[in-house]
């Protein structure tokens, strides 16, 4: 089993391990075998932070599951490929598939586009963005941020996609744009940066 990283899915954590005024939906959501969401945030050795997803947007509830319960993980990369459907947002993951692809960066589907195709659970509607996370190691430079961003904008609904750098991740319509300092969300919060791939180096 790899390291869980954000937007992981994660099976294995026990109804009985939420907190005693836990929702009547999260526990359900275990008890039937739902996977859970790793998110960022710190936390002890042996435990991740995870987030238990409902039907809507407003059945969130943040959580700790033990490493050990783990039985099954999968990372978003490995749903670029797992299908198709109807929908604007799923329509949207296979016309950019063949771009990001060509890239040759590691990417895939998050929230609820990759919830679905993860578990066959039908959370996906009309009008759902297509959330990607894209993992950048090395830095991206603006201009090619830009680049990408108008190829994807050309879809048939919302893309939204993470940059995920080495010290947290970024929007990649922030980076594409002409702020000085960009949000970066870490395990230890968020804080505006100049350059993610040089935050030692960006003004604080």
């Given amino acids: 089993m790899n390291q869980p990283q954000p937007h992981d899915l ?22 039937t075998g739902q996977p859970v969401v790793v998110r960022r945030a710190a936390c002890a050795s042996g435990w991740v932070a995870v987030g238990v997803r409902g039907q809507g947007r407003e059945q969130r509830l943040g959580v700790l599951m ?20 109807a929908w604007p947002a799923l329509r949207a993951l296979a016309s950019v598939a063949p771009v990001l692809d060509a890239s040759g960066l590691a990417w895939g589907p998050t929230g609820g586009v990759g919830y679905q195709l993860a578990t066959g659970c039908n959370v996906v509607h009309g009008a759902s963005d297509l959330d990607l ?3 950048t190691p090395q830095r991206m430079t603006r201009a090619k941020a830009r680049e990408l961003l108008d ?39 968020a804080r505006l940066i100049a350059d993610p791939w040089h935050v030692l180096e960006s003004v604080a």
């Fill in 133 to 135: 996370l894209v993992r």
């Fill in 151 to 189: 190829i994807l904008d050309c879809g048939p609904c919302r893309i939204d996609v993470q940059l995920e750098t080495p010290a947290g991740a970024v929007a990649l319509r922030e980076w594409a744009g002409m702020a000085r300092r960009i949000l970066l969300k870490s395990c230890h919060g």
């Fill in 66 to 85: 033990r490493v050990s319960d783990i039985q099954r993980q999968t990372r978003p990369e490995a749903l670029r490929g797992a299908g198709e459907g």
């Fill in 10 to 31: 994660l099976w294995g954590m026990p109804a009985a391990d939420l907190p005693g005024d836990a929702p009547a939906w999260a526990v359900q959501a275990l008890a």
